[in-house]
């Protein structure tokens, strides 16, 4: 069993910044591909970044392309979410996801294991 658990979200006006993070339990976890998704009210859950096991290839979403960064720390059992130029649009809750595939998938489905979410609120 692989348990997720995020933290980092809050309250910022535009412009502002945040550091998500995901701390990840469980027999495995530097092989593992890991990303993130968010989902704001009404809306799919849309995708927003992932990186391989070793953290050496990461990928985004165009829509947070140049303004997020993710990172892991496989020591730590952590990855993060560096989010700067915060948006309106960028409000949602936030999930981090591991699935067993090294090279991170991007479809929600193909992920096996979620955390329970940490809310993202960027003001006008």
């Known amino acids: 069993q692989v348990q997720l658990v995020e933290s980092g979200g809050g309250l910022v006006q535009a412009g502002g910044s945040l550091r998500l993070s995901c701390v990840v339990s469980g027999r495995i976890f530097r092989n593992f591909g890991m990303a993130w998704f968010r989902q704001a009210p009404g809306k799919e859950r849309e995708y927003v970044s992932r990186i391989i096991g070793s953290g050496s290839v990461t990928y985004y979403a165009d829509s947070v392309k140049g303004r997020f960064t993710i990172s892991r720390d496989n020591a730590r059992n952590t990855v993060y979410l560096q989010m700067i130029s915060l948006k309106p649009e960028d409000t949602a809750v936030y999930y981090c996801?591991?699935?067993?595939?090294?090279?991170?998938?991007?479809?929600?489905?193909?992920?096996?294991?979620w955390g329970q979410g940490t809310q993202v609120t960027v003001s006008s």
């Open positions: 996801a591991v699935s067993r595939d090294y090279s991170a998938p991007r479809e929600p489905y193909e992920y096996d294991s």
